[in-house]
């Protein structure tokens, strides 16, 4: 049983993230001065995120799942302040720590070793401190004599590696990751695994973003289903797995159900006018 100690690490109300399809690369200049002459077509607006209201405190690890294009990584972008919310608040309490896109960050140019100081200056660790946890980061992502090479010469799976280490060596209150722990062969993914349950373990505050159900239930004690921008389920791991699983295969059966009527749609023969065969 995981120790909640109840002190509040993030408080999410009535969260907006609002977008404007107004200028797209497919806009045109003339489309775009055409829309401003014409306001009262509106300006067209799409909410990724809507009513979104959820409390973390330290000791919990929530699970954020749901279909693409539900919002799950705009959430977290939010929560690590790279997009400020259009409407609602959400205070984040604590030294925050994120790995939310493999290698995001990184200097192409520089060799690993030079990343992981520069990481710590851009996150305002003192170079000291850093220099103290070097050699146990580079231990821990397991790259052997690449940490000395240029990250561009780095496989995804490196800078995967690379990324978690700093990430989740640097004594965070919050952790917030997606999908990265999808990166990485068996033994680099239990490593990965041993070192969030310690961070639990140790009362941190960790938001998950996967896909992978066998993380949501055997690692996380909360999770929440995000569909079209809009909680739909809350609380349990199980449960809520439980209901994105029915959600999906009655999306997946809606799908099939569609594609079956427009193939018969299609194969039925109309009618023309009469004596207008031939032409």
């Known amino acids: 049983m995981v120790d909640v100690t109840g002190q509040v690490a993030i408080d999410v109300d009535n969260l907006g993230v609002r977008y404007s399809l107004r200028f797209t690369r497919k806009t045109t200049l003339r489309q775009s001065f055409t829309k401003m002459l014409r306001p009262s077509e509106g300006e067209q607006t799409f909410w990724a995120l809507r009513n979104v209201s959820f409390r973390l405190v330290h000791g919990e690890s929530l699970a954020v799942i749901g279909p693409n294009g539900a919002g799950k990584s705009t959430l977290l972008q939010v929560l690590a302040g790279i997009i400020t919310p259009s409407e609602g608040s959400v205070d984040v309490l604590g030294n925050v720590s994120s790995l939310l896109t493999l290698g995001a960050g990184f200097d192409q140019e520089l060799t690993g070793r030079e990343n992981i100081l520069l990481a710590g200056a851009f996150m305002g660790i003192d170079n ?4 103290e946890r070097l050699e146990p980061i580079i231990e821990f992502a397991d790259i052997g004599e690449f940490i000395d090479a240029p990250i561009k010469t780095y496989s995804s799976g490196m800078r995967a590696r690379l990324g978690f280490s700093i990430a989740t060596s ?4 919050i952790l917030l990751l997606d999908e990265v722990l999808a990166t990485g062969d068996q033994v680099f993914r239990a490593k990965s695994k041993a070192r969030v349950l310690e961070l639990v373990k140790a009362a941190k505050a960790i938001v998950l973003v996967t896909h992978d159900m066998n993380w949501v239930t055997e690692f996380c004690n909360r999770a929440m289903l995000l569909e079209k921008g809009h909680v739909v389920a809350e609380g349990d791991p199980a449960e809520v797995v439980e209901v994105h699983g029915a959600h999906s295969e009655q999306e997946k059966a809606a799908k099939a ?9 299609g194969a039925t023969p109309v009618a023309g006018p009469a004596g207008a065969g031939g032409r």
Not at 257 to 265: G, Q, R, S, T
């Open 128 to 131: 000291r401190v850093m220099l």
């Open 170 to 173: 640097v004594d965070p209150d």
């Open 257 to 265: 159900a569609a594609v079956a009527a427009a193939a018969k749609a």
